[in-house]
């Protein structure tokens, strides 16, 4: 058993950050909040309903107002990056293709990419870039809820620093509520309002000054450890000391 | 969504003129949205217009793009448009979507000749493709004999582990739907050639045309075809997939070489495994004949296999059997050589997979017809 007994309540318009040590579920959480693995027990709700007990058509509206991400973007590497983010406007909404490639190209210079990146395929483009172009997708309905799973792994500071502030901005814009799984410890501080740890099996959250002071020894070594010194700025050499 | 809630309407206010905007300018309602604003087309240069958003109940990305869009173009075509009365809510985002706002689109006139162009275009693309699949077919060739001659000089380096997993997979494991497609195209055969030969009475030299036809031509090819199907297609899927995984790049890094890695294992197991297929496709080809010629005829099994030791001459087995390995390294190579060209995309494996099969087959049956030609030369 991975999880047991969670309980979390995530509120509108605030981020949420998810922790955890490697193979504690935090990617298991996100897909069974999204419906891609079933709990054993216990419900899910978002927007208020129960999403094991929706009907098939009333399912796809609430997919509908969620965006995802995936690890390393989960682009469709048979499609553009613009056909890709015109992919859900196309199946949801009955538009007329010139205005559906020009909302494409809006939604790719939301999320900072330049226009030649649309005719391009996902393997044509960098780490970062396909991570932009798969948030352009999560965003593509505009969603009011977005599910990010590690979004700034494996980029470079100047890269993830760029992706906390567009979240950031996103978010204010938009009045997104985000769920993000994430290890990066600068984004945590950046960008998110309360962070859930998974522990034991269950879920510790709280904002950041609170999680500072819990005694747990996981928790300590995750925020108090050299890197999470480094990020939270308390001077790394004269701590050791 | 409420689709038909998103509007607005265009009023003359002494010397300006103002859009109000209503409803829930979502992207839902961006198709209406957009072809109702295109009617602002008309305005005339110099005119004042004021975008009022003070009714807009909700807007998105879209929504405020539109409304940033209509401004834009307004703007070009030399009317004083301004946006106003903007919700502190929608703030952030229409400063959002300006900054990113994508440029206007350029729009070209399709010309007359457009689609003859386009379908010289990719008849010309096609040919050097096709050309440049050729020769790179001819260079991994080249490669593999290359990589081929350097591993036998130090046969050590063969992975014997490899090749023997190569063999049960093209060969033992296609035991049985060989066998069950060589019985019954023996049986066809045997039933086909006894109707026509009965009329001549000469229903005896049905046990002829079985034994030269099945042994020379249809059995060898039944089971190159079958293995190409089977194993050429498994060979392309797997490299492929290897290929998009970035494995045999990899591998390269870790100083192996794909080609002794990878190909040769196949390349080997498959010359190796395809001649047992096919004598084995003979045998039981040979008998669903002989139990048909049995049936339908009446030619006891002792009688047909005497008629077939006069029908066979000193070379018949052998000339299907010598194609064999032909076939196989055909097929191996073909199938190889379509998995390392994987592209980073799962649609080019399946199309690559499809290529290598066809491709395989037509080069088997190619190759068949030269070794007839050959074979009729040599006069065996």
Known sequence: MLHDRLDLDLWRGEVLGVVGGSGSGKSVLLRTIVGLMEPEAGSVEIFGEDIRALGDERLREIEAGWGVLFQDGALFSSLTAAQNVALPLREQLALEPPLLDEIAMLKLALVGLPGDTAPKYPAELSGGMRRRAGLARALALDPRLLFLDEPTAGLDPIAAGAFDTLIRDLRLSLGLTVFMVTHDLDSLIAICDRIAVLVDKRLIIGTMTELLHNPHPWIQAYFRGPRGRAALGEGGGQAVG | ?380
């Not at chain 2, 018949?316 to 592209?343: E, N, R």
């Not at chain 2, 995309?345 to 099969?357: F, K, P, W």
Request: net charge negative; aromatic share 6%.
């Open chain 2, 1 to 380: 969504m409420h689709a038909d809630e998103a509007g607005f309407d265009l009023q003359a206010e002494g010397d300006a003129l103002v859009l109000r905007a209503a409803g829930r300018w979502l992207v839902a309602a961006a198709e209406g949205l957009d072809r109702q604003l295109r009617q602002l087309d008309a305005v005339a240069a110099g005119t004042r217009l004021r975008i009022d958003l003070a009714r807009v109940d909700r807007l998105d990305t879209v929504g405020a793009w539109l409304v940033l869009r209509t401004r834009r173009d307004l703007e070009a075509r030399g009317v004083v448009a301004a946006i106003e009365n903007v919700a502190a809510d929608f703030a952030p985002l229409l400063e959002q979507v300006a900054r990113s706002e994508p440029p206007a689109p350029e729009q070209r006139e399709a010309g007359p000749f457009d689609a003859v162009l386009a379908a010289l275009a990719r008849l010309g693309e096609n040919t050097v493709d096709a050309v440049l699949e050729a020769r790179g077919l001819v260079g991994f060739f080249g490669i593999v004999v290359v990589t081929l001659s350097r591993t036998l000089r130090r046969p050590a380096r063969l992975r014997t582990v490899s090749l023997v997993t190569q063999m049960e997979r093209t060969g033992v494991s296609a035991l049985p739907i060989l066998g069950l497609l060589s019985f019954l195209i023996g049986v066809v055969l045997a039933y086909q050639g006894a109707d026509q030969l009965r009329r001549f009475g000469a229903e005896i030299f049905t046990v002829n045309l079985l034994g030269v036809g099945i042994l020379r031509e249809l059995g060898v090819l039944l089971t190159a075809i079958i293995v190409a199907g089977r194993s050429g297609s498994a060979f392309t899927a797997e490299i492929g997939a290897m290929e998009v995984n970035e494995e045999v790049d990899a591998m390269r890094t870790l100083g192996l070489d794909p080609i002794e890695v990878l190909v040769l294992p196949r390349l080997f197991g498959l010359v190796l495994t395809l001649p047992l297929l096919a004598v084995y496709a003979d045998f039981m080809a040979l008998f669903g004949g002989m139990l048909m010629s049995w049936a339908v005829l009446g030619i006891a099994p002792p009688l047909f296999l005497r008629q077939l030791h006069t029908a066979l001459g000193e070379w018949t087995f052998w000339v299907g059997i010598l194609k064999a390995p032909f076939f196989a390294a055909t097929i191996a190579l073909v199938g190889c050589h379509a998995g390392l060209m994987v592209s980073r995309n799962a649609e080019s494996v399946g199309r690559l997979t499809t290529l290598s099969v066809v491709r395989s087959i037509f080069l088997v049956i190619i190759i068949d017809a030269a070794f007839s030609i050959l074979y009729a030369q040599l006069g065996i």
